[in-house]
């Protein structure tokens, strides 16, 4: 026993409980890490949102930052390739030989993994920084001003478009919902408090309900699809399911401020403005919760492998969830905070801090 520890037991007196508090788990490593973004003059608490994605097949890590630089990283850290754009990268999605991401300057491209070359660029006049949607063809993307695009994906020609008009206020509280492509719908969510399932050939709505409560901000922040049911978050106060075929409520679970929603060993993860939580798919009820910690907040999208749940907390860090439990095991925090949406590639997980730098963790 330590000279601390000694000191700590003896100090608890004689009738006090003498065991010590758990040493923190070990998950991880740092294998290495990397700046890209040096920090502004006149910056603040710098936030990287974009995410990463990885290359199954090269093995390419993929990440846009806040200064307009889209990287290639090798899982050794050195760069493949890099690209300029206009305005903060959102989290890419790479499908085949092409990685598709969108930007807050409004523009749509898509990249050949090998070389970085530039297949083709979609411009927009509305910021495109939600993670786009890849399926049979199409690339489907939503803006932040409630408009879901759908572009093809080996030109970049539009196809079609559709947009609605909020009624009242309409914004965004944290971001807008990334576009969710089904077998039979595109699927959307508004600042409204709407959710809608689009014919992914013409961009005619199947469905379109109003999911959130009239209660607040009505902003629906996050999607997630499993099978035939789709899961939205509302920030007015609740996690819900829905048909997705029909768009009929199966259940709403009440969840002030809820902004993201994933998918997680069986369970429905949602995180709200102070916690994590996890939900039964079949009923909505909460069999755990978990504190977004001291400042934390909701940032990206939870990534899921295995038994963990990582959720990025801004100023929280990367918190490591057990599915099973809700136990939060690990804090990861770089000094800046997490914001962006990890990713894993096989027992990796590459991180992206709030100061723009890429940290590479080796499970252990």
């Known amino acids: 026993m330590t000279a601390l520890a000694l000191a700590l037991a003896l100090a608890a007196g004689p009738g006090m409980p003498r065991s010590l508090a758990p040493a923190a788990v070990s998950l991880y490593r740092v294998a290495w890490e990397r700046p890209f973004v040096p920090l502004g003059t006149l910056e603040w608490r710098p936030t990287e ?125 944290f971001g807008a919902a990334s576009v969710i492509a089904g077998a039979d719908a595109v699927y959307g969510a508004y600042s409204d408090g709407f959710v809608s399932a689009l014919d992914p050939k013409t961009g005619v709505p199947r469905w379109e309900r109003q999911v959130a409560p009239a209660d607040g901000h009505l902003d629906v922040d996050a999607l997630a699809l499993d099978g035939a049911r789709l899961y939205a978050a509302a920030y007015s106060g609740a996690v819900l399911a829905v048909d997705a075929r029909t768009g009929d409520s199966l259940w709403k679970s009440q969840a002030p401020g809820a902004a993201q929603v994933a998918l997680a060993g069986g369970l429905v993860v949602a995180v709200t403005a102070t916690n994590v939580l996890g939900l039964s798919p079949t009923n909505g009820a909460t069999l755990w919760t978990a504190s977004l910690g001291t400042g934390g907040a909701p940032a990206g999208r939870p990534a899921t492998a295995g038994k963990w749940v990582l959720v990025p907390a801004g100023a929280g860090g990367l918190r490591w969830i057990e599915a099973a439990s809700g136990r939060t095991l690990r804090v990861f925090d770089p000094g800046t905070g997490v914001s962006a949406p990890p990713a894993f590639a096989g027992r990796r997980v590459y991180v992206l801090s709030n100061g723009g730098a890429l940290f590479a963790l080796d499970l252990t």
Request: proline letters at 4%; aromatic letters at 10%.
């Open 49 to 173: 949102r974009g995410g990463v994605a990885v290359d199954p097949t090269t093995g390419l890590v993929v990440f846009g930052t806040r200064d307009g630089w889209l990287h290639a990283i090798r899982s050794d850290g050195t760069v493949a390739w890099e690209v300029e754009g206009e305005g903060a990268f959102g989290q890419p999605v790479i499908d085949g030989d092409t990685v598709y991401v969108g930007s807050t300057g409004g523009k749509l491209r898509a990249v050949a993994i090998p070389t970085g070359k530039e297949r083709w660029v979609y411009r927009s006049e509305e910021d495109l920084s939600t993670r786009p949607a890849v399926f049979r063809g199409a690339v489907y993307v939503a803006s932040l001003q409630d408009t879901v695009y759908c572009v093809d994906a080996a030109t970049g020609a539009w196809k079609w478009h559709h947009r609605r008009a909020p009624k009242g206020e309409g914004f965004t509280i």
